[in-house]
């Protein structure tokens, strides 16, 4: 076989097993409805797990196939070349091709072990058509907004019915106008052109299907997103929980900080380009990330990160807050993120090996986050400009992190680091905030730690320093090297003293295990210089946290198969079930 016969078969093999992963990945997809329907959660976790491992044993597979096809050629760069041109031709109508793009630059740097990566053998940049526009496809379902607002959302609610029956529609329709009411800045108002533009696919995710669309003015001068979450009762029957419209809460819905929706989005393009018109806050890589294809999030991140090193100056810095004890962090004061790098030796207080911390993120990354833990983009050999760099991060990164960091003349080389979004670290946040917002991120850090518990995840290290404030002043945990599932968790209460000695004993008079935690001593983690304050809000609004039963109880409905309630929006926002009567 000639060369160009040789990467031709190596682009048909990649393209083919392309073929399968989607498929596989939209028949998981597809199965969320009647998941939905049936209230399977332990399958819909188990689904949505197994589509994150998908991607990465469909990879292993094809580049198998293509090393047994290629044999000693291949890690032959030219074929390679020439192999992306084909590939090229290939994909140049597919209605995923940037997906697919992605998935040959997998192949290739698993086979290269991610060096010798440039545009000529794979796609660090697109090779789409810049003006490329998808076929028509209508993804969204319109309604004309005019004539009787409660026939309009009946039907609506009718066009999205699922295989059960909706267990009380016309109350639904009540609350969903009633919470227009109240919101008269948000109004979905009747007027000439006005209209509502739906996404035809209904997005799943844990216990919840939501239904995604906009509002348009007459004059397409101003859009309202909105987002109606319907429940399963788990009695056979489907209800409206809430009505989201403000941009903010349904950023939070999409937010980085959860799982990846179940939805069928045959064209990811027109889906992503929608949601990022709706939420022009989020970046391109966030929202496809948000839908499940986080490795082609992966790719848009690079491209944007390379733009951006392209038009800006700053340097990277160590990042602000306490130096971790596993981790050494850096960032780039213009860019919204934060790259972290295993240290090469660990405190002393941390009995864990490289692998573990390696493997503690790959559980984040397949597990629910509950809104609770930042989503992760995990990179090898990522090259940075040595001139971008302060002479402290640099000095910094050899001093603590040899083993994973190579500098040239001209470039800064990490052979493993991951990529997490930017926030303010909690004990910073603290010591600048005022009463109010002292409340506020008190009020969350209990409420992260009780979601993650309902996700079945114990933080571990609960130290403020490692939970960070998004701009939603929502708090969420950010530091894994010490989490475990809650289940593998012995919570006990401190022993009384039978004995004086035992009682001034400096160390603890009672044998402990690896697994044994005691709720009582998690007061340690109220520390800073405003503890007392901290101390008393902590106490008011999570007292329950130091109790060691309340964490039994958690572990027994986890063990009875039962998947605990978390919802991406407020409580308070839900709508009252109890037909005809307003609840607060």
């Not at 090229?88 to 991610?114: P, Q, V």
């Not at 972290?340 to 390696?358: S, W």
């Not at 945990?477 to 039978?498: G, H, K, M, S, V």
């Not at 958690?554 to 079930?577: A, H, W």
């Amino acid at each position: 076989m000639n060369n160009n016969g040789l990467a031709f078969s190596i682009a048909k093999t990649i393209n083919d097993g392309f073929d399968g992963y989607r498929g596989k990945f939209e028949q998981i997809s597809a199965g969320a409805q009647q998941r939905f329907e049936s209230a399977d959660w332990l399958g819909m976790q188990q689904a949505c797990t197994d589509r994150v491992d998908l991607y990465d044993l469909s990879v292993s597979l094809i580049t198998a196939a293509v090393r047994a096809i290629a044999a000693d050629l291949a890690e032959d760069v030219p074929t390679w070349q020439e192999a992306k041109r084909a590939y090229t031709k290939l994909i140049m109508e597919r209605t995923d091709g940037e997906l697919a793009e992605t998935f040959f630059n997998s192949i290739y740097c698993r086979t290269f072990k991610h060096k010798a990566i440039d545009d000529s053998k794979i796609f660090v940049r697109t090779r789409l058509p810049a003006d490329w526009e998808p076929p028509e496809t209508g993804i969204t379902n319109h309604y004309p907004l005019e004539g009787n607002l409660a026939k309009l959302i009946s039907r609506i609610l009718n066009d999205y019915a699922f295989n059960i029956p909706y267990e009380n529609k016309r109350r639904d329709v009540s609350n969903i106008i009633r919470n227009l009411r109240e919101n008269p800045h948000r109004v979905l108002t009747m007027n000439t052109g006005a209209r509502l533009e739906i996404i035809k696919s209904v997005f799943y995710r844990n216990k919840g299907a939501y239904i995604v669309g906009k509002a348009v003015s007459g004059d397409g001068k101003v859009i309202t997103p909105f987002v109606l979450p319907i429940l399963n009762n788990e009695q056979g029957s489907a209800y409206v929980d809430t009505l989201i419209l403000d941009p903010d809460d349904v950023s939070v819905i999409f937010s980085f900080t959860r799982s990846y929706f179940m939805v069928e989005a045959p064209i990811p393009f027109e889906y992503v380009r929608f949601l990022h018109k709706l939420l022009p806050g989020k970046k391109i890589y966030e929202v496809y990330s948000s839908f499940g294809f986080y490795k082609h999030g992966k790719t848009m991140f690079y491209r944007d990160f390379l733009q951006h090193m392209e038009n800006t100056y700053d340097k990277f810095i160590i990042a602000p807050g306490v130096k971790g004890m596993v981790m050494t962090v850096f960032t780039l004061p213009s860019l919204d993120c934060v790259f972290k790098v295993i240290k090469d030796r660990f405190h002393p207080t941390k009995d864990m090996t490289r692998e573990t911390v390696k493997e503690k993120y790959r559980l984040v990354k397949r597990h629910d986050k509950a809104g609770r833990m930042a989503d992760t983009q995990e990179f090898s050999n990522y090259s940075f400009e040595r001139s971008r760099f302060s002479d402290e991060l640099l000095q910094e990164l050899l001093e603590v992190a040899a083993e994973s960091v190579e500098v040239t003349d001209d470039k800064v080389i990490v052979k493993h680091l991951w990529v997490e979004r930017r926030m303010i670290p909690l004990n910073i946040f603290i010591d600048n905030a005022d009463e109010s917002e002292l409340r506020g991120a008190i009020s969350e850090y209990g409420n992260a730690i009780r979601q993650l518990a309902a996700a079945n995840i114990f933080p571990g290290d609960m130290l403020f320093k490692n939970f960070g404030v998004t701009r939603h002043k929502r708090v969420v945990f950010y530091d894994y090297d010490e989490i475990c599932y809650l289940t593998e968790c012995n919570f006990r209460r401190i022993p009384e003293a039978q004995t004086p000695e035992q009682e001034m004993a400096s160390e603890p008079w009672y044998s402990i295990s690896p697994e044994d935690v005691f709720p009582e001593e998690f007061a340690i983690f109220l520390t800073g210089r405003r503890r007392r304050e901290v101390a008393k809000i902590f106490n008011e609004l999570h007292f329950d946290i130091f109790d060691a039963d309340y964490w039994k109880e958690l572990q027994s409905t986890i063990n009875r198969g039962e998947v605990m309630d978390v919802f991406p929006y407020r409580r308070k926002k839900r709508f009252c079930r109890l037909a005809g009567r307003k609840c607060r």
